[in-house]
Structure formats: C-alpha cells, structure tokens
C-alpha cells in the first residue's frame, strides 16, 4: 500500500533538546494528522491540520501544513523522557476518511 | 477526544482456526470505520474500510475472503480472519472518523501458532 516518507527515520536527542520532523508526499492532501504511538497500543491523535499554511501548537508540539499541500512538519520544543516513542503523521485528500500513514519517526530522549 | 475501543487486547490461536476482533466507537456513531495492520517496527497499513450497511471495500492485495468484515451497527465493527496462518500474526488496530480527525483503538495482537 501507498505510505509518505517520513524523515528522520530515528533520533536520539538529550532531554531538553527540540525536535523536528517532516512528511513528504507525491500527492496533495487536503488534511494533515500527526499521531504518537506507545509500544503495544493504538497511536494517540497529537495535531490536524485543515488549511495549507496552518499552523498549529498543542503544548510543546507544533505542526505545520505545507503550502504546497505535499509536506507537513512536526516540532516538539523542550523534550521530556515521556515524549518517547514512534511518530506518524498522516494525510488524506478531500472528501474521504481514508488516511495513508508516514513511515514514523522513531523518538527517543536520553535524560 | 472520541474513544475507541477493541475487543480482545490479545488473543492467540492455532493455524487453521478463525478470529474475530471488535471495534467499537463509545461515543460516536461511525458510519464508517478503518482496519488496519502492523508488523513490528512498521507503519500502519491500510486493509479495509468498513461500510455500515454495506460492503467493506478492501485495498489492494487485501484478502476479502480471508479477512472478513462486518459493520453490524453505527458503534461495532468486525473483522474476523478466518483460517489463519502464522504469517497473519500482527498488530490490528481499528479507526473511526469523527467530524475530520481519526481515532484509534487500541490496538489488538493476534499470534498465530
């Protein structure tokens, strides 16, 4: 099945240390989602994005749709040790609930 | 946030036998839910899409008849795999979509022996 490429594919960072990630796509979409998943369970809802440019904070995450509708990225500021995990955005195209998940980003903050 | 639920968390069965999982949205009505599978250190893949009151419509390379969808109610979803197989060993998470965002279940592993 389709997947976005997701990058970086894994990062090891100092707690404290911000964190960036990106989405890339062949397609355009018309919404963004960024998801967080724990070892074992279902990925959590983290960040959705609507409108090409937005922009959009949730604590320390915030999330970015990119204007040419093929890109999204996710920045968390000031990490904790709890901030572990793999990270998946995912994106649809207009009038559908279908989702095509990234590749993840494999996170993990050394204290 | 919407909340999903799956039924069993785990489960283990024998090759040959059939499985069914529950999907089920607790404060919503889902028209339409999602299934999908993992393998380890993988990303979500997606088979099918559950249609209430009418047929799932599966991805392609997806199995119809080995992984057989019902959407019995606006709250509960069901896929059983039927005759498993070692290699259908994985994690299945169901989805459901409330207004745009998509909420998870948690996820259930199935061990085929």
């Known amino acids: 099945g389709q997947q976005l490429n997701q990058s970086p594919q894994s990062m090891f960072i100092q707690e404290g240390e911000d964190v960036s990630m990106n989405c890339t796509s062949s397609?355009?979409?018309?919404?963004w989602l960024w998801y967080k998943q724990d070892p074992g369970e279902g990925p959590v809802l983290l960040i959705a994005?609507?409108?090409?440019?937005e922009l959009t904070s949730n604590g320390r995450l915030t999330a970015q749709f990119g204007i040419t509708r093929k890109d999204s990225f996710l920045n968390i500021s000031a990490s904790i040790p709890s901030d572990v995990g793999i990270y998946f955005c995912?994106?649809?195209?207009?009038?559908?609930?279908?989702?095509?998940f990234g590749t993840g980003t494999r996170l993990k903050v050394l204290a | 946030g919407a909340v999903v639920s799956q039924h069993p968390s785990w489960v283990i069965c024998k090759s040959g036998t059939s499985v069914k999982i529950e999907c089920r949205s607790l404060?919503?009505?889902?028209?339409?839910m999602f299934w999908y599978r993992q393998f380890p250190k993988q990303s979500l893949m997606l088979m099918a899409t559950?249609?209430?009151?009418?047929?799932?419509?599966?991805e392609q390379g997806v199995e119809k008849d080995k992984f057989l969808i019902n959407h019995a109610s606006l709250t509960l979803s069901t896929l059983t795999v039927t005759s498993a197989h070692p290699e259908d060993s994985s994690f299945y998470i169901c989805?459901?979509?409330?207004?745009?965002?998509?909420?998870f279940g948690p996820g259930t592993r199935l061990t085929v022996t």
């Open positions: 995912a994106g649809s195209t207009s009038g559908t609930y279908k989702y095509i």
């Open positions: 994005l609507y409108k090409a440019g």
């Open positions: 989805s459901a979509p409330r207004v745009d965002e998509q909420y």
């Open positions: 559950s249609n209430e009151g009418s047929k799932a419509t599966y």
């Open positions: 397609s355009i979409f018309n919404t």
């Open positions: 404060d919503f009505q889902a028209t339409t």
